[in-house]
């Protein structure tokens, strides 16, 4: 039969109008209304819209997608008139629109939503997408297709960390309404991911926030089905939580999309399958009865994005539309009167045929997955379904057959198990497919009884490459590690990157230490040629951790922990070598292991404490000031000196922590102590120094403490002062000096000691290093580095204070070279707040000395 084209439908029931389906519940503002007050409003109610509307005149629509399009880090923008944001005019349809006609003005004019207007033009409503979803008869759809049909995007993934702002920017950049949330185990967070989407958005500005992360206005867990899980499970469960949004997930759990009611309602052509399965059965009977229902099929079958084919009982084919000319290159005229073998491709065997045909006839259905042929000779997969047509008598007169080219959706599915097997960047396996071959060959050495080697690789100070060259070198240099690594390794051998800059390599069966010490040396060896990376000749060096099965693990675990356990030893023994691990090596990971838990949980429960160290006056022995210096106890491990859990915050990336809890410990005694009116010295960390919110932290701590900020002084160390940020640096002191506080260089004389440099910093005082002042006055070269500190600090008129100051030949010494200032055990070691405030308010003036 000849069917002729018809214009595009949409996949919903087309005698259907929106007037049965809109929310009657219209919610308005006037145009004066500001952009937060709009938000507020939106978020009691819970509505995706507001409308803004003056006298009986509706001006326009502010909408969630409207929300991300603000710039949310400038708060002023929250009191300005909705009108000068929101959308207009807005887009109506008749209420006697049909649902059909209102999804393809949806889809034509990209807007998820129209207003209903009644036959005198007065707004009556709102349909939505949503709506459309909820009120059709979709399950026969639904239950056929599953997600992965319609998934044809990964999704856009943020890092908790990212303020409100920033994810908005982000989101609106990619044309997203949704974005997943990845939460890091650090943040003692019971859940992985999370998602933020428009209405968030909206929330956030309902509630005038300002410095908001991820973390605080996310929504976890994320809701999520499998991505083979069917479309009719999603659309449940979806209605069932009232949300828009659901995350989809690979066989491990790792989220590889989001579906949305927009992805359902722009898929749902398929949904006139059944239609057309039903016309065909009763194409006699429609011609009689309605021919109107007969067109309504053509049109259908004419509009498909599917290739449809009809044969009759035989096989031969009696008709094809255009999409099935489109797909497989034949036209109508070389199609009729052929069978199917036109397409094959030779890809499947003969029982394959006879079992899907044998399914035909006892169940009159049959949909799977096939391999065919173009006319220029392409194989490509599709997805076919074929029903019967059976007559009035039971017997089959036709065979309907729908299919679609899913080459798109095959790649996409191989895209998800390289990212699911295999690093992206290097090509080399995952951490996921190491453990899995990790495991295969633990099994097979146990059945067997031979050894097997894990070796573990780090390169060495890899991160001055991203830092000076930038990530794209970074990225180049692991590639062509990756090349050396493979090269270096031998058949049968396994070569994967973790992640960053570590790599493993499994020996799946060994002789001994021996040949893997050879192994290691062969590796080593790769990394003797210099790199070539953006025209720049690089050294890499990298150092190697090795475990052997059964003598120090006998499962995966063991065996990785320990290879990298003497990793770090490699490390620590210079760099650029190899290890083998050792008892001993495990047992300081162990250690430091427990110190890092126990850290985290001292600044999780604010278990560090804060004492107080006097600084003197060398000329007549008066507290000058006191310096802050953080404490911690622990049941468990007993006193934990500064030296040890200060380097291992910096490591972790706890310093910002650490150090907003001392500067708020201060603030609060300062507070308390505000009629003794003492100065207060805080040390501040590079790390912290270049964090772009340090500055606004302080600034929030310091009102809410009401503190003087003129009795707080900031000590900041040599390594702040380096060349390559000495303009950020110079800046945030310049600010830092505006607010009033005092700012000390620390350990003047073990770091970067640039004169030149030191005049244009707009810093008070110098703390010369302890390790100048330990062996004074017997040691000549410490006088006369001590000696010219003084001079030069007296000549930039700047005040100079000596640090571990202990005897009083020192104290005389320092007075002498023109000194003026003295702190430590001499005059007093560091207390708690209480015990420095009695010995604050003991005498007055104040002396320290010993006796």
């Not at 409503?125 to 949503?130: A, C, D, H, R």
């Not at 090509?427 to 990790?438: E, K, V």
């Not at 495991?439 to 080697?453: G, I, Y």
């Not at 780090?458 to 493979?486: C, M, P, S, Y």
């Amino acid at each position: 039969m000849n069917l002729p084209l018809s214009t595009a439908l949409t996949p919903l029931s087309s005698g259907q109008t929106v007037a049965q389906v809109l929310q009657k519940n219209l919610i308005c503002c006037e145009p004066q209304t500001s952009v937060q007050q709009a938000a507020s409003l939106m978020r009691h109610h819970n509505i995706s819209c507001i409308l803004v509307k003056k006298s009986d005149h509706i001006l326009g629509i502010w909408t969630e997608s409207d929300c991300k399009k603000l710039d949310l880090s400038d708060t002023t923008l929250l009191g300005h008139p909705v009108s000068m944001v929101m959308s207009c005019p807005v887009l109506s349809v008749p209420d006697q629109c049909t649902t059909s006609e209102a999804a393809a003005l949806m889809k034509q004019k990209g807007v998820r939503r129209l207003l209903v207007t009644d036959r005198a033009h007065k707004a009556i409503g709102i349909v939505t997408q949503t709506d459309l979803i909820h009120q059709q008869p979709l399950e026969h759809y639904l239950v056929l297709r599953d997600i992965s049909s319609i998934l044809v995007e990964l999704p856009l993934l943020l890092q908790a960390e990212l303020t409100v702002a920033q994810a908005a920017i982000l989101m609106q950049q990619t044309q997203r309404d949704a974005a997943i949330v990845k939460f890091d185990h650090s943040q003692c967070i019971d859940t992985e991911y999370g998602i933020v989407t428009e209405r968030d958005l909206v929330h956030f500005v309902a509630t005038e926030r300002t410095l908001c992360t991820l973390t605080e206005v996310a929504t976890r867990p994320l809701l999520t089905l499998p991505l083979h899980s069917s479309l009719l499970q999603a659309v449940r469960l979806l209605r069932e939580h009232g949300f828009r949004h659901l995350g989809v997930t690979d066989p491990y759990g790792k989220p590889v999309g989001l579906l949305s009611h927009n992805h359902i309602l722009l898929n749902m052509e398929h949904l006139y399958i059944s239609e057309l399965k039903a016309a065909l059965e009763a194409r006699d009977k429609a011609l009689r009865s309605s021919e109107s229902s007969l067109r309504l099929a053509y049109k259908v079958i004419e509009a498909s994005h599917d290739a449809v084919m009809i044969t009759d009982e035989r096989g031969v084919i009696q008709s094809v539309n255009p999409s099935f000319c489109k797909l497989t290159g034949y036209s109508m005229e070389e199609a009729l009167g052929q069978t199917p073998n036109l397409l094959s491709s030779g890809q499947h065997d003969e029982s394959f045929y006879q079992q899907m045909w044998q399914r035909l006839q006892q169940q009159g259905y049959w949909q799977g997955e096939i391999w065919n042929k173009r006319k220029n000779g392409e194989i490509y997969p599709e997805w076919l379904s074929i029903s019967a047509v059976r007559g009035e008598n039971g017997t089959t007169n036709q065979y309907a057959a729908i299919f679609s080219d899913i080459t798109e959706r095959k790649k996409r599915e191989q895209k998800i198990h390289e990212l699911a097997y295999f690093d992206e960047l290097t090509g080399l396996a995952n951490r996921r497919l190491f453990q899995d071959r990790l495991e295969q060959a633990l099994a097979n050495a146990k059945r067997h009884d031979h050894q097997l080697a894990v070796l573990f690789l780090d390169l060495d100070l890899f991160k001055r490459i991203n830092d000076t060259l930038g990530h794209q070198a970074g990225d180049e240099a692991l590639r062509q590690v990756a090349r050396r690594l493979q090269k270096a390794s031998r058949a049968g051998e396994s070569v994967a990157r973790l992640g960053g800059d570590e790599f493993t390599m499994l020996v799946p069966e060994c002789d001994g230490v021996e040949e893997i010490e050879k192994l290691a040396q062969r590796i080593v060896a790769q990394f003797d040629l210099p790199f070539q990376i953006q025209h720049n000749e690089l050294v890499l060096t990298t150092s190697v951790g090795i475990s052997i099965y059964p003598q120090h693990g006998t499962n995966a675990s063991e065996l990785l922990k320990f290879a990298d356990a003497a990793m770090y030893q490699a490390k620590e023994s210079g760099r650029n070598k190899y290890s083998i691990y050792t008892s001993s090596v495990g047992q300081r990971n162990d250690q430091a292991l427990q110190l890092e838990q126990a850290l985290r949980k001292a600044l999780s429960h604010q278990q560090l404490e804060v004492h107080y160290q006097p600084k003197v006056k060398l000329q007549t022995g008066q507290l000058h000031s006191l310096e802050a210096l953080v404490r911690w106890h622990d049941d468990e491990l007993g006193e934990v000196p500064p030296a040890r859990f200060i380097p291992m915050a910096e490591t972790l990336g706890l310093i910002h922590q650490l150090g907003q809890q001392v500067l708020r410990q201060v603030c609060h005694q300062l507070q308390l102590w505000e009629k003794l009116a003492v100065p207060v010295a805080v040390n501040i960390s590079a790390k912290e120094l270049a964090d772009p919110l340090f500055l606004p932290q302080l600034k929030q701590i310091l009102a809410e403490t009401v503190v003087n900020p003129q009795l707080l002084e900031l000590e900041i160390t040599e390594s702040c002062l380096l060349p390559e940020r000495a303009t950020q640096t110079q800046h945030m002191l310049q600010q830092l000096r505006r607010l009033g506080i005092r700012l000390a260089i620390d350990d003047f004389g073990t770091g970067y000691s640039s004169l030149s440099y030191l005049r244009h910093l707009p810093i008070n005082s110098l703390k010369i290093d302890r390790s100048f002042i330990k062996a004074l006055p017997d040691n000549t070269s410490d006088r006369q580095i001590t000696s010219a500190i003084i001079a030069m600090a007296n000549a930039m008129g700047l005040d100079v204070i000596a640090e571990g100051v202990e005897t009083q030949a020192q104290q005389e010494f320092l007075l002498a070279a023109g000194c003026q200032f003295g702190q430590g055990y001499w005059f007093g070691k560091a207390e708690n707040a209480t015990t420095t405030q009695l010995l604050l308010q003991k005498t007055a003036p104040r002396h320290f000395h010993k006796p």
